[in-house]
């Protein structure tokens, strides 16, 4: 029996032993150590702007304007002005336009060549009567311009809307740097444009603001410009491939060079311009060649 008590208080001690080592030591803080760092508040995510609103397209009759041509739709913007500022680019065809506006109701100008502007308004997707064109009086406009000899015969001339985004090709200046435009009264951009088989490029551009006359003349003097040069150089581009160099020309460029870009121009610039720009500016580009990108510098040409 006593034996039995002595083995029984054995086990108790060491079930205490183990249960006690078991139990989880909990450790006073030390005085000196350093307080715990502060929770950063996570800050609110920056409010998300709706988007805008997508209306129907507005479906339009239009009258006065047989066969396909494109036009200048001016929308209100916002719809409670009074000027519209907002421009689409239109298509006639089948006697309709259809355009995505705005707002769901609003007025607006339709602009087309050789037509007066003509006002609608529309509601929930259509106009609320058809738009009616009136044709516009035809102003031979007259144009001459003192260009430097270098660029007699050389320079053609477009125009569109002041405002406007739709362009018409009027021709090239005679040797005398003289031509005649038609256009309807209103504010005209005359765009004077280098285009030949070097360069191409803009060289200035005439606001005119043509009477209710039959003839008006414009003088424009370009004998100011400075200097012009271009870039002798040819490159190839397959569909979604690299532009590639494939006559260096003038340039210090390699056969088989990776034109990436001219400054801030994209390839497809470089090859239809030619970089038309100041004779006196060099003109750096930025070609990939053996998997490395590289600038190089070259001068450019007299025109």
Known sequence: ??????????????????????????????????????RQATPPAPPTAAPAPQYADVHCEVEGAPGTRYGDLYEVDPPEGRTPSLRHTVRIEGGWIVFQPRSSENVGLLEVDG????????????CIAPVVLEP???????????LPDALVSRVSVRRHRDGGSTTWECGALDDQGRITVEADPGPWVLDLLLR?????????????????????????????LEPLGYVDLDLR???????????????????????????????SWVATSHLLGPLDEPVVFTVR?????LQETA???PL
């Open 299 to 301: 001068d450019r040409l």
């Open 289 to 293: 060649r053996g998997g490395d990108l």
């Open 115 to 126: 037509h007066r502007p003509a006002r609608l308004a529309w509601m929930d997707g259509a």
């Open 136 to 146: 516009a009086p035809v102003v031979a406009l007259d144009l001459h311009a003192a």
């Open 237 to 267: 581009h397959d569909r979604d491939g690299p532009w590639l160099v494939v006559d260096p020309g003038s340039t210090p460029l390699a056969v088989g060079d990776e034109l990436v870009a001219s400054g801030a121009l994209h390839p």
């Open 196 to 224: 030949d088989d070097r360069a191409f490029g803009l060289l200035r551009s005439v606001s005119v603001e043509v009477p209710d006359v039959e003839q008006f003349s414009v003088e424009v003097d370009l004998r100011d």
């Open 1 to 38: 029996m006593r034996r039995k008590l002595l083995l029984g208080t054995a086990l108790l001690s060491a079930a205490l032993a183990v249960g006690l080592a078991r139990r989880p030591t909990v450790t006073s803080p030390s005085p000196t150590a350093a307080p715990p760092a502060p």
